[in-house]
């Protein structure tokens, strides 16, 4: 699953432990109110279900989350070799070509930009380590340097409310500032976001002229610095043809407890003490009495990655010009420094699952009415560039696109036998009917979104297709059992594998868990292809007004 701009990798890692801990409740509580009467999958179906391979939804994980593979970085060696081996499949299973000139592949170009060397947080006498001690946070991406004497000032906080003046007797023209990000114990993070208090002291810090501004830990955030500082270390990607974001403002930089230790090393109050007076409404700023040198210096080299689409071709002489439009995406984070990112459940199991589906199909005796596409995407992780890509330049009229269905999880379904599943956009279009009626024939608990707060159904690829009118799910399934021991399994491992060289295959995973995942894709992807009407919007949905290929704003969510 992505990181999406708007919403970093550790936010989402924090989103998905709370999702299975709500979709495994959820799933129970709802199980009486939202299913269905009991319905049956007709021979067909039940057939169609058979031909999907598990020993195919194990060997293609296996194949795309070797280390041959290298991680399958976007704009890496190891995306193409991935990209190429997705195509071979594609060619061996008879699924005709649909990308340019008459290949499997559409080509995307893109850039990646790096830290150089150059790039530095110098405290003293001693040279920060970026990605372990520093990192610089992605307000800007431009090239920036400052220097100073270095100065805390708690959370920068002024309120005459409370008494409180962080900022007392300290001029911060000039200066590095450190700083902590709120709030602080005593006041309600509902109170300071509703006051929009960390953006007031920003821009305060800015307009006093802060040579720099340096984030540090004060043990309750959600995610811990150390994680965010891996992710902004990383190379970054983007579309070739995308300018920067850069802000006018000075660098801003996040210190993990190592660095902040460095920091404090010569000051007069210990790390541990200046914490613990930050929380006082008495704290005042003071000064660390050391200097500081920071650059930030970035190279931006330009390529090209590959979404990956083929298609079956339909029966009807009529229906087989509209499409059922499968998808997952099948880049991870490659290599960086040395080191192999996997993304085994994220999210080469998704994407067997998605080929498991199409080889069903394939040697299906029968093929269905609507012609049935299959696309494998890439650039995901850093913003759904391949599916919005295809969206915008599709290699099938979008406009005859009947549906899609996506695959992106985080492993959920190989905990065990699925009892639970979720479709992420039920509520929009007669999809949500669908997914329930084959999930109440195959024994399948349907929940709704669970924590609609989070905002999921927009942070996937078939969000890219709903924006142009065409209604989609993301499938998502979780096991039955005891609902404890999945979420400490989930909560160790979104601590140690999320988007980590760790995201491997492990001995322990559940395959028929992920071959009902693909039965319920595949079954209502039968379903789609020879009903006698596409699938449409619902009237109470907010893109009930919508058609395919719409290029209009998206109707905002009221």
Do not use: C
């Amino acid at each position: 699953m992505k990181t999406f701009k708007g919403r970093s990798a550790p936010e989402l890692r924090q989103m998905m432990s709370a999702l299975l801990v709500s979709l495994l409740i959820f799933g129970q509580i709802f199980a009486q109110q939202i299913a269905p009467v009991k319905s049956t999958l007709t021979t067909e179906e039940q057939e169609f279900a058979a031909r999907i391979n598990i020993q195919t939804i194990k060997d293609f994980t296996a194949a795309l989350a070797a280390p041959e593979m290298e991680g399958r970085g976007t704009m890496q060696p190891g995306g193409d070799k991935a990209a190429n081996w997705i195509a071979d499949r594609f060619k061996a299973l008879g699924l005709k070509p649909l990308g340019d000139k008459g290949s499997y592949l559409q080509k995307i170009d893109f850039k990646e930009t790096v830290f150089t060397p150059e790039t530095m947080f110098k405290v003293g006498e001693e040279s920060l380590k970026l990605g372990a001690d520093y990192g610089f946070l992605p307000y800007s991406t431009d090239a920036k340097s400052a220097s100073g004497d270095l100065v805390f000032i708690g959370y920068g906080l002024q309120a005459k409310s409370i008494g409180r003046d962080d900022l007392a007797g300290m001029d911060v023209r000039g200066k590095v500032v450190v700083m902590l990000d709120g709030p602080p114990a005593n006041i309600s993070k509902a109170d300071w976001d509703k006051t929009d208090a960390k953006w007031a002291i920003l821009g305060n810090l800015v307009r006093g002229g802060a040579a720099a501004l340096v984030m540090i830990a004060h043990g309750r955030e959600k995610e811990t610095n150390e994680t965010i500082i891996d992710y902004v270390s990383r190379r970054q990607i983007a579309l070739a043809s995308e300018s920067g974001n850069s802000l006018p403002i000075p660098p801003v930089l996040m210190a993990s407890k190592s660095g902040a230790e460095k920091l404090f090393a010569k000051s007069t109050m210990p790390l541990k003490d200046a914490l613990a007076n930050a929380e006082t409404n008495n704290f005042k700023a003071f000064k660390l009495n050391q200097p500081a040198k920071i650059a930030a210096r970035y190279k931006t080299t330009k390529g090209a990655s590959s979404n990956v689409v083929g298609y079956i071709e339909g029966s009807d002489a009529n229906l087989k010009a509209e499409a059922v439009l499968f998808t997952a995406h099948y880049d991870a984070y490659g290599v960086e420094n040395g080191r192999i990112y996997y993304g085994a459940a994220d999210n080469a199991l998704g994407t067997a699952e998605m080929l498991a589906v199409a080889e069903a199909f394939s040697k299906s005796p029968t093929k269905p009415k609507r012609s049935l596409i299959f696309l494998a995407v890439t650039g995901e992780e850093y913003g759904l560039y391949g599916s919005k890509y295809w969206a915008k330049k599709p290699t099938w009229d979008i406009k005859k696109v009947a549906a899609n269905l996506n695959l992106d999880g985080v492993g959920t379904e190989v905990y065990g036998p699925v009892k639970t599943m979720v479709g992420y956009g039920a509520e929009h279009s007669t999809l949500g009917a669908m997914l329930a009626d084959v999930s109440s024939a195959m024994g399948i608990t349907v929940a709704p979104d669970p924590i609609p707060d989070e905002r999921i159904f927009y942070r996937s690829d078939h969000y890219s297709f709903v924006e142009r009118g065409v209604p989609a799910l993301m499938l998502m399934g979780a096991p039955e059992g005891d609902i404890q021991a999945t979420i400490k399994r989930m909560e160790e491992w979104e601590k140690t594998s999320y988007h980590q060289p760790s995201d491997t295959i492990q001995p322990n995973w559940a395959w028929e868990g992920a071959k009902t995942v693909a039965d319920v894709m595949g079954i209502m992807g039968l379903r789609l292809a020879n009903a006698d009407t596409m699938p449409a919007w619902l009237s109470t949905s907010r893109f009930a007004k919508m058609e395919r290929g719409n290029t209009k704003a998206v109707p905002e969510e009221k």
